[in-house]
């Protein structure tokens, strides 16, 4: 099991930017998939973007595809979301999952542990 805490969170104005950070800790997760998902409130936890173990592979959701970068670095333990141009819609709580295998998956139930979250406020 790994341990993930979401940082880089906040408040900004539409069309702002801002890059969130997932630190890991325990045993390695260089061999893991990692992933982003947002859940705003009263809807259903939605699956934002994606990154192969070795990062050489990654894969978005349409509504951020172009304006959001994953991203790890494997030696700091470390994934990264980088959002650019963003919307109103893009307000809710991110979060940082991992599972024990190298290819990256949108759903949900395929990740093994989670992070608590950070909130991202786009105000119009």
């Known amino acids: 099991q790994v341990q993930l805490v979401e940082s880089g969170g906040g408040l900004v104005q539409a069309g702002g930017s801002l890059r969130l950070s997932c630190a890991a800790s325990?045993?390695?997760?260089?061999?893991?998939?990692m992933c982003w998902f947002r859940q705003a409130p009263g809807k259903e936890r939605q699956f934002v973007a994606a990154?192969?173990?070795?990062?050489?592979?990654?894969s978005y959701s349409d509504s951020v595809k172009g304006r959001f970068t994953i991203s790890r670095d494997n030696a700091k333990m470390m994934v990264y979301l980088q959002m650019n141009s963003l919307k109103p819609e893009d307000t809710a709580v991110y979060y940082c999952?991992?599972?024990?295998?190298?290819?990256?998956?949108?759903?949900?139930?395929?990740?093994?542990?989670w992070g608590q979250g950070t909130q991202v406020t786009v105000s119009s």
């Open positions: 999952a991992g599972r024990r295998d190298s290819g990256p998956s949108s759903y949900s139930s395929a990740y093994d542990y």
């Open positions: 990154i192969r173990s070795g990062g050489e592979l990654t």
């Open positions: 325990g045993r390695t997760f260089n061999n893991h998939a």
